[in-house]
């Protein structure tokens, strides 16, 4: 067996014990409670789900939340890409942005969105507050990974003339690039739910998150634990091909 299969096979037999563990513990618990107010069944639950599949209200609320999310990755990123650059390149800036993004990462996240609501409106309040949760967490991350380069490294490349540009296409970049997959896929996922937690309270319509609302409102737990569900998977599925495609991407800097 090729290393390759063996690693798969390995992540395939977590992935199982995992699932197996959590229904275990899903089905006592439902048992105990023996409410489906409180806590559906298993089966109550995916008879749920198979309805909600075929809701097409679900779908379109789905590409919603979705669309929000691709949104305010992007500019996120792009945000994080200018952040990082120029923190490399220049130590003033990078005092300037720490503490800003420090600050960042301490924000409630109920209560921003509560303002942002006001601010920007039920559907733009997903997408910013979508933003201030996940540039952070990709800038802390990238700026973790590059301190462990030696700054001597640094300081040859000034002493040698290379420019700013050079110095971080030879040396930033290349340390930052094997660490770039997890880190963005890492940031995705948690955008989909910072995404979906704000659209529930903002009420967003034609969204995941309003979708869920609805049946918290309605008391339909087992429908309200059936887009959970829904959610989760579509965060998993989302962190893998956001992390294959990184690798794809950056394989030349292996």
Avoid at 102 to 124: C, D, E, K, M, N
Avoid at 193 to 216: D, N, R
């Amino acid at each position: 067996m090729s290393g390759a299969v063996k690693r798969i096979s390995v992540d395939a037999a977590y992935i199982v014990a995992i699932v197996g563990i959590t229904l275990a513990v899903w089905a006592v618990s439902a048992a105990a409670v023996d409410s489906e107010f409180v806590l559906p069944s298993i089966g109550a639950t995916f008879d749920a789900l198979g309805d909600v599949l075929r809701y097409g209200v679900f779908w379109s609320g789905l590409c919603g939340t979705l669309l929000r999310s691709l949104i305010g990755f992007a500019i996120s990123f792009l945000l994080f890409a200018a952040a990082f650059a120029l923190s490399t390149a220049s130590t003033h800036f990078a005092r300037f942005i720490d503490p800003v993004v420090s600050a960042l990462r301490s924000l409630p996240a109920v209560a921003v969105t509560l303002i942002l609501v006001i601010a920007v409106g039920g559907y733009g309040a997903p997408v910013v507050l979508g933003v201030l949760v996940i540039m952070p967490i990709m800038y802390s991350a990238a700026r973790a990974r590059v301190a462990t380069v030696p700054k001597e490294l640094g300081e040859l490349c000034r002493l040698w003339g290379a420019s700013k540009y050079m110095t971080f296409k030879a040396l930033w970049f290349p340390c930052l690039a094997n660490g770039l997959p997890e880190i963005m896929s890492t940031a995705f996922s948690y955008n989909i739910k910072a995404v979906v937690g704000a659209e529930i309270l903002a009420q967003t319509a034609g969204s995941l998150g309003m979708l869920m609302k609805i049946a918290q409102s309605n008391l339909q737990t087992p429908m309200l634990v059936a887009y959970v569900v829904a959610a989760v998977v579509v965060s998993v599925v989302a962190e893998k091909l956001v992390r294959v495609t990184m690798r794809v991407v950056l394989k030349r800097f292996d």
